[in-house]
C-alpha cells in the first residue's frame, strides 16, 4: 500500500507542474487576445489611420528602401512603439548600428512582437509582427550582436519614437 501511495505520487507531483506549465501560458494567450480583438480592424480603418506609406509596410508586408528612415540615426533614449497602434516593441538601449540602412535592435520588449516564417524571397525568413494589432515590423536575422545574438531589422515606418 505505501508502495502504491508512493509511486502514485511520483506520478501527480510531474502531472501538477505539467498542468502548470500548460494552464499559465493559456491565460497570458486569453488576455493578448482580448486586446488583440479591440485592434481588428477592418482594411478601410486602418487605411484612414495610417499614411499609405505605413499602411504598405504594417498591413501589406512591405520593406522600405534601405537608409530611408531618420530613425536610422535616432540615438536618444527613448521608446520605439507599434506605429499601428502604440504598443511598446523596442528600447533604445536595444538599438545598435547594423550599418543595414534599417533601424535594427539586438532585442525585442517581451512579448511585444510574434514571428512567423515567411518565403517571399523564396530563401525562408522570419517575419516579426506587432503581437497587439499584428502590424509587420520587420525580420529577425541570427546574425546580430551580442547578449543575444539576434538582428530584428525593423521598417522605420512602422515605429514611432517616443524620447524619454
Ligand atoms: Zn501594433
Redesign the pocket.
Known amino acids: 500500500m505505501n508502495q502504491f501511495l508512493s509511486r502514485r505520487t511520483f506520478i501527480l507531483i510531474p502531472f501538477m507542474s505539467f498542468l502548470k506549465i500548460i494552464f499559465k501560458p493559456l491565460q497570458v494567450l486569453a488576455s493578448s487576445q482580448a486586446s488583440k480583438e479591440d ?1 481588428n480592424l477592418s482594411k478601410s480603418e486602418w487605411k484612414s489611420r495610417l499614411t499609405p506609406e505605413s499602411y504598405f509596410i ?1 498591413r501589406e508586408e512591405g520593406t522600405e528602401r534601405a537608409f530611408t528612415s531618420p530613425l536610422n540615426n535616432e540615438k536618444r533614449k527613448g521608446v520605439f ?7 511598446p ?1 523596442f528600447l533604445s538601449d536595444q538599438k545598435f548600428d547594423s550599418g543595414t540602412g534599417w533601424p535594427s535592435f539586438w532585442d525585442s520588449i517581451q512579448g511585444s512582437v510574434e514571428t512567423k516564417v515567411d518565403f517571399k524571397l523564396i530563401v525562408p525568413r522570419t517575419e516579426y ?7 509587420h515590423q520587420g525580420h529577425v536575422f541570427n546574425d546580430g550582436p551580442l547578449p543575444t545574438g539576434k538582428r530584428y531589422c525593423n521598417n522605420g515606418l512602422a515605429l514611432r519614437f517616443v524620447p524619454d
Open positions: 485592434w504594417l512603439q507599434c506605429a499601428g497602434c502604440g504598443l516593441l509582427h506587432c503581437s497587439r494589432c499584428g502590424g
